[in-house]
Every structure is written in structure tokens, then in C-alpha cells.
């Protein structure tokens, strides 16, 4: 997570597991997101909102998982 979105400036991820599988979908660069905020700027606020909420779920699990081992 070295990149920020162009809106919001979540930190952005490279790829996101597709359910509980080995395949990864590859995410948006910032490159890609800005190339849409052109046509598409809600597209890129949404997405990166959602990212957040990715993020801080994703954060408050793996905090409840170590509190349990």
C-alpha cells in the first residue's frame, strides 16, 4: 500500500483475495482511478470510500483474531 486514491487518499491495495480461494483480483492504481475521475468521478469517491470500510473491518478482524490466539 504505497499509493493513495486521488479523492479521499485511502491507501490504495495492489490486489484483493476472491473469496476464500487462491485467486486474486487486481485492483485500480492511482494511475487508473485518475484516468476515470475524468468520466467518472463518483465511480472513484465510492470506490475509495468503500476501500476505507475495507480497510478498518479487515483491521478490527485481525485485531479480534490476535486477542484470541
Known sequence: MSEVGPIYSVPLIDTLPLGKG????QMPSRADLLKAMNTHGRLVAGYEVLLA???EAKGTLERIQRSHQ
Open 22 to 25: 487462491r485467486m486474486l483480483q
Open 53 to 55: 470500510h475495507y480497510t
